[in-house]
């Protein structure tokens, strides 16, 4: 059974850093395009940052220069650092794994909830 499970998430203070976790099981992270969405209340969800194996990563304009997506293929896991956040980087924050080999083997995690607020 292949699960994408998120952490890291939490109240935070703007200006602020957290590190979300990705753990995955069931799959190899490295044969996937893991990126990060988010979803705020009443906003649709949107693409945050993405990375595939051999380091090439994409990053919505709204958090480039404060967001960081990495991985770990000995752990199975990716990350996203978030440095300097701002209020409306408040949302929930998604898990995403594309194989790149078959686009339609796809799987999300449950989510995380991010909050900054002072």
């Known amino acids: 059974q292949v699960q994408l499970v998120e952490s890291g998430g939490g109240l935070v203070q703007p200006g602020e850093s957290l590190r979300l976790s990705c753990a995955a099981s069931g799959i190899a992270l490295i044969m996937y395009r893991v990126g990060w969405y988010r979803q705020a209340p009443g906003k649709q969800r949107e693409l945050v940052a993405s990375?595939?194996?051999?380091?090439?990563?994409d990053y919505a304009d709204s958090v480039k220069g404060r967001f960081t997506i990495s991985r770990d293929s000995a752990k199975n896991t990716a990350y996203l650092q978030m440095n300097s956040v701002k209020p409306e980087d408040t949302a929930v924050y998604y898990c995403?794994?594309?194989?790149?080999?078959?686009?339609?083997?796809?799987?999300w995690g449950q989510g995380t909830q991010v909050t900054v607020s002072s």
């Open positions: 995403n794994a594309i194989n790149i080999f078959l686009s339609r083997d796809v799987y």
């Open positions: 990375t595939v194996s051999g380091g090439s990563t």
